[in-house]
């Protein structure tokens, strides 16, 4: 159960700076004066905090701004060095690991290949070793690294770091979290690769100013992920954005889904449903050279492959109507390595959408395409333990403040070096 805490200097002393740092890292560049008349704190109080971060070095002072005569004020800004997070997305037989810092940049990253049916203890090791070389690639220092994120396709427990089914790991109810943390000694966060793009979309990305917002990825499954008022909504046991099954083909000769019903979304615009309908096979785990083959046929205009894909991108755009209809959302991202035929299955997706979209004509619906590489995906892994940096501490997690823990990592290192 998640408790509040309840009312003491501590809680006032951690609401005020994460105020203060939520506010230097959305407005900054931004002044002292700006800051206290933005937060409604007063003036003393962003003197002591500002003085605290910069001399931990978790922001800087920049060059001033213009100002109407008089002394220019001194500016503030986040240290994206000052701390770094590390980002991991599983797949079936390999993992890709990015340092990121603070701003959610990826500064190293790495690829690491590992054995299909990996059991999980085997996983766990090979994660730990993967992260550590990772860090120790990028040059920074351990201490500044204060937590691992981990995607994963599947439903995922993420208040219990808790693995409850991977159809592609082959793993049920797996406790990855604890057993990462244990080992690693810093506070790990795992959930559904999905929703750890949409983290990544919600706190560093274009939802930054969008509460209400869908992300839909296409590729070898078709993934949803749902904020609503700013939090992603994980339905009652986390399993919530099953959108690859939603059934767009009521025919009877509709295409076999993997989950053994006939019709679904992810049967017909997935990669292996692209590809199982051009070739008649079904293509396996890896298909981008499968796919690559596929679009050098629909560029020399083979019509058959271009229907194919045609027939995608329309099914794809009712079923994106589907969810306008039910969640409203003020923006609609659409990504993943579907997207790699580009026009070829965005258009048909673009026209086929406002002619299903209830009551309107749909071109209110702000449909932004975005590019998702397999960095990207670990990106959104490292931005899970990065929100926990600005998130406001009025939860008892039983664990430091992240701001408490970057404070005390550069005061012990402004010690040694005094
Ligand atoms: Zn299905």
Redesign the pocket.
């Given at each position: 159960m998640i408790t509040t805490r309840t009312g003491s200097k501590r809680l006032l002393r951690d609401l005020n700076r994460s105020i203060a740092l939520n506010l230097i890292a959305a407005r900054g560049p931004i002044s002292r004066t700006d800051l206290a008349r933005e937060s409604g704190l007063p003036a003393a109080t962003i003197t002591r905090i500002a003085g605290d971060f910069v001399e931990a070095g978790l922001i800087t002072e920049t060059g001033s701004e213009e100002s109407s005569g008089g002394r220019r004020p001194v500016l503030l800004t986040i240290n994206p060095g000052a701390g770094h997070v590390v980002g991991v997305k599983l797949r079936e037989d390999s993992m890709t690991v990015a340092l990121c810092d603070l701003a959610c940049t990826v500064v190293h990253y790495c690829e690491e290949p590992f054995a299909s049916g990996i059991q999980p203890y085997q996983a766990v090791e090979a994660i730990c070793v993967a992260v550590e070389r990772c860090i120790a690639e990028a040059g920074v220092s351990r201490s500044g690294v204060f937590g691992v994120g981990v995607g994963i396709s599947g439903l995922i427990d993420s208040a219990r770091g808790l693995c409850r089914y991977s159809a592609i790991l082959g793993w049920s109810d797996v406790e990855l979290g604890p057993a990462l943390e244990y080992k690693l000694r810093m506070q790990v966060r795992i959930d559904n690769d999905v929703n750890t793009l949409a983290v990544a979309e919600r706190h560093f990305g274009p939802g930054r100013n969008v509460s209400d917002f869908l992300l839909v990825t296409v590729g070898r499954g078709i993934g949803l992920g749902i904020v609503v008022g700013g939090e992603i909504y994980r339905g009652a046991r986390g399993g919530a954005g099953e959108f690859?099954?939603m059934t767009v083909d009521t025919s009877a000769d509709a295409p076999l889904?993997?989950?053994?019903?006939r019709g679904?979304l992810?049967?017909i615009a997935s990669d292996y449903g692209i590809l199982r309908a051009a070739t008649g096979e079904d293509p396996g785990h890896h298909v981008e050279d499968a796919m690559s083959a596929l679009l050098v046929r629909a560029g020399n205009g083979d019509t058959h492959v271009r229907d194919i894909f045609a027939r995608a991108g329309s099914a794809l755009g009712v079923a994106l109507a589907n969810l306008v209809n039910i969640f409203e959302p003020a923006l609609l991202l659409v990504g993943g390595e579907g997207l790699r035929a580009g026009d070829l299955i965005t258009e048909p997706m673009r026209a086929t959408l406002p002619q299903h979209v209830f009551g309107r004509s749909g071109e209110d619906v702000t449909l932004a395409v975005r590019r998702t590489t397999e960095v990207e995906w670990a990106r959104g892994a490292a931005s899970l333990v990065l929100r926990e940096v600005f998130r406001t501490p009025i939860y008892d997690t039983g664990e430091e403040p992240v701001i408490d823990t970057l404070l005390a990592t550069h005061h012990r290192r402004a010690r040694k070096r005094g």
């Open positions: 690859g099954h889904c993997n989950c053994g019903k679904c992810e049967a």
